[in-house]
């Protein structure tokens, strides 16, 4: 069957994934209740190590048929993520879910399109910014915190300063996968340019 989805951009499902979509219904009826339970954890990339263990815990307490939980799982998170991956808004999602699982008036449908729709919208705004972190860090070192505070500076070894005020900056900030933070010094001069400048990129 070929099925052209909205969250492919047009292009037609892979027929296992048809199949595999399916088996969401055939589901016990527990397991289908707490189904994002197990989705949930399955939807970062790539998948984390504890996600095997997750799911076999999840097989076990509702007594989801393995393979077909696999299945299931599958399919959803392929549709869920290229869904989220063009923030297809969630009526196109629906149509793209009723039709691969059979059309309007098919019983699978009626089941599979409301589970996947549940938390559709939290997990497509949960994923954009996710992507959006990751896109940034993709190019360069990402600002992650800003703490301050004001000081005067009463003497030195220099001299006295006459507890001139400066201000201090704590940037925290991540490069790639390493976090570090650099605390900068800041004159009342170049703190007023700090600000002209934010307000002009805010503007």
């Known amino acids: ?20 979509l399916k088996t969401l219904a055939r589901l016990p009826e527990r397991a289908r209740a707490r189904f994002w ?5 399955a939807l970062p990339d790539p998948l984390p190590a504890s996600v095997e263990a997750t799911l076999d815990t999840f097989a076990r307490a509702f007594e989801a048929p393995p393979d077909d939980l696999a ?6 998170r392929f ?13 196109r999602f629906e149509e793209d879910v009723v039709r691969l699982a059979g059309g309007a008036l098919s019983p699978e449908a009626a089941v599979i399109a409301p589970i996947l ?40 070894s220099r001299g006295d ?7 201090v900056l704590t940037l925290g900030y991540r490069d790639g996968d390493q976090k570090d933070r650099i605390t900068l010094h800041l004159s009342p001069e170049k703190l007023e340019e700090l600000r002209r400048a934010c307000e002009r990129m805010s503007s």
Request: proline share 4%; charged share 25%.
């Open 117 to 156: 729709l549940s938390r559709y919208d939290a997990v497509r705004a949960s994923l954009g910014a996710a992507a959006y972190r990751d896109t940034l860090t993709d190019h360069g070192v990402v600002l992650e915190s800003i703490e301050w505070r004001l000081d005067a500076v009463l003497a030195s």
């Open 71 to 76: 299945r299931a799982l599958k399919a959803s």
């Open 161 to 167: 300063a006459g507890a001139a005020k400066i201000a």
């Open 79 to 91: 549709l869920v993520r290229e869904a989220c991956a063009r923030g297809l808004e969630r009526g």
């Open 1 to 20: 069957m070929t099925v052209p989805l909205f969250c492919l951009g047009g292009k037609p499902a892979p027929e296992a994934i048809v199949d595999d």
């Open 37 to 41: 339970d197990a989705l949930g954890p």
